[in-house]
């Protein structure tokens, strides 16, 4: 199995693989080739729960093309528990700021044709 499908997978079931340096320790998403702290190649895959706090957002209300019907929704950063990563995703429902503020619990839920699914705890 590929790594993105890995990825699409274990995001469906509410983690997140990422890959452990096995010189250094340092944790990097799944893309990662090379470790960013140490620059060696070895790797091993650990998986994360998908919880942590909305870092920054941004509200779209104007959507691109093909994601009209999702509209409004948020494109978030979300800060991860227990690591020093950040992902991406998107979250429904989200029309103000007030919706959204930052500091608050979310989970990864899923992946469909946005990519990653964030929901509120």
Do not use: W
Request: proline fraction near 3%; hydrophobic fraction near 40%; charge should be positive.
């Amino acid at each position: 199995m590929s790594v993105e499908a890995q990825v699409i997978e274990n995001a469906k079931k509410g983690k997140l693989l990422t890959h452990k340096c096995t010189k250094c320790g340092y944790l990097h998403l799944s893309t990662a080739y090379y470790c960013l702290k140490c620059g060696s190649k070895g790797f091993e895959d650990v998986l994360l729960d998908g919880t942590g706090t909305i870092a920054t957002y941004t509200i779209i209300t104007v959507a691109p093309a093909g994601f009209e019907k999702y509209t409004p929704y948020a494109f978030v950063v979300l800060q991860l528990d227990n690591a020093q990563l950040r992902i991406s995703g998107f979250m429904a429902g989200i029309a103000t700021p007030a919706d959204l503020p930052v500091g608050t619990r979310a989970k990864i839920t899923g992946f469909d044709e946005r990519g990653i699914i964030i929901e509120k705890q």
